[in-house]
């Protein structure tokens, strides 16, 4: 799966192990964690890197700003029948920019040439990722695992 991916500001592009220490800034940070994980030592960093955004297919993605700064990752990959995975993770210099809907909306038009449809998973008190999602027109598809589920099929849109 060879995904490169520019917005109007972000680049969606493959980690490489020179990204682990902007990683494991981000990862470390108490906030970004907050609805997500406790914050990740460097080790537990490193394992994530090499288990998530280093395997092939890679299951997350960097996400850098068009200058060049690592602004966080995106999750996109497959996961169960004829359906990616979509989330997103940003450093909190990099919140209320807009980056999250930005990057939302390149990767439903980057999905709808790979797969049928989408999934977002968020905690019940993760507010913003609700609102991406709806106004996205994802569907509330019910809780699992303690997650709340929202779901984007393409069938039809033709």
């Given amino acids: 799966m060879k995904i490169m991916i520019q917005t109007a500001r972000l680049r969606?592009?493959?980690f490489c192990k020179e990204d682990e220490a902007a990683l494991a800034r981000l990862l470390a940070d108490e906030e970004v964690m907050r609805f997500l994980e406790p914050p990740y030592s460097r080790q537990r960093t490193a394992e994530f890197l090499e288990e998530a955004g280093l395997c092939r297919p890679p299951k997350i993605l960097a996400?850098?700003?068009l200058a060049g700064t690592f602004a966080g990752y995106v999750i996109y990959h497959p996961c169960g029948?004829?359906?990616y995975e979509l989330g997103w993770v940003l450093g909190r210099e990099h919140w209320n920019k807009?980056?999250?809907r930005e990057l939302t909306r390149a990767l439903i038009a980057d999905a709808r040439y790979r797969t049928s449809g989408l999934m977002i998973e968020c905690v019940p008190a993760q507010q913003?990722?609700?609102h991406i999602a709806l106004q996205n027109h994802f569907v509330y598809a019910g809780r699992q695992d303690g997650c709340d589920a929202y779901t984007l099929d393409f069938a039809g849109d033709g």
Avoid: F, I
Wanted: hydrophobic share 20%; net charge positive.
């Fill in 98 to 100: 807009g980056y999250a």
């Fill in 12 to 14: 969606v592009r493959p």
């Fill in 63 to 65: 996400v850098d700003t």
């Fill in 128 to 130: 913003t990722t609700k």
């Fill in 81 to 83: 029948e004829n359906r």
